[in-house]
């Protein structure tokens, strides 16, 4: 629910938490001390605001997009995703074709030659 902060003429703040709806019925309150109509305290509510800072498509990144991405997966899904992406170092090498050879065993040849 949002807060609504309040400042009376006698100088007293106070803010009241209630529904949109609640607060566009009656939106003026009365100050608990001197019962007297109390002004919207906008500068309170703007500094006391918690906004998501959005970047701009010149300052966006793949990094950034891969994080947003990954904050929206459930925790499954990233097990999945790591298990794809290391699947490779798991299994056993495929058979290459006729006269090619991989580097490690070109680096093997080398040191026995030298």
């Not at 100088?11 to 109509?37: A, D, L, Y």
């Not at 992406?85 to 006269?99: A, I, V, W």
């Amino acid at each position: 629910m949002p807060e609504y902060s309040y400042l009376c003429e006698c100088g007293h703040s106070f803010s009241i938490i209630e529904t949109m709806t609640k607060h566009t019925k009656k939106p003026s309150q009365k100050c608990p001390i001197c019962k007297k109509k109390a002004k919207r305290d906008y500068s309170t509510d703007f500094c006391s605001t918690t906004t998501a800072v959005r970047l701009n498509d010149s300052e966006l990144n793949v990094g950034h997009l891969a994080h947003r991405n990954t904050e929206r997966m459930s925790n499954d899904e990233k097990a999945h995703l790591t298990y794809e992406h290391n699947k490779y170092r798991t299994e056993s090498p495929k058979e290459l074709p006729k006269g090619m050879k991989r580097g490690k065993d070109v680096l093997k040849e080398r040191e026995k030659s030298e």
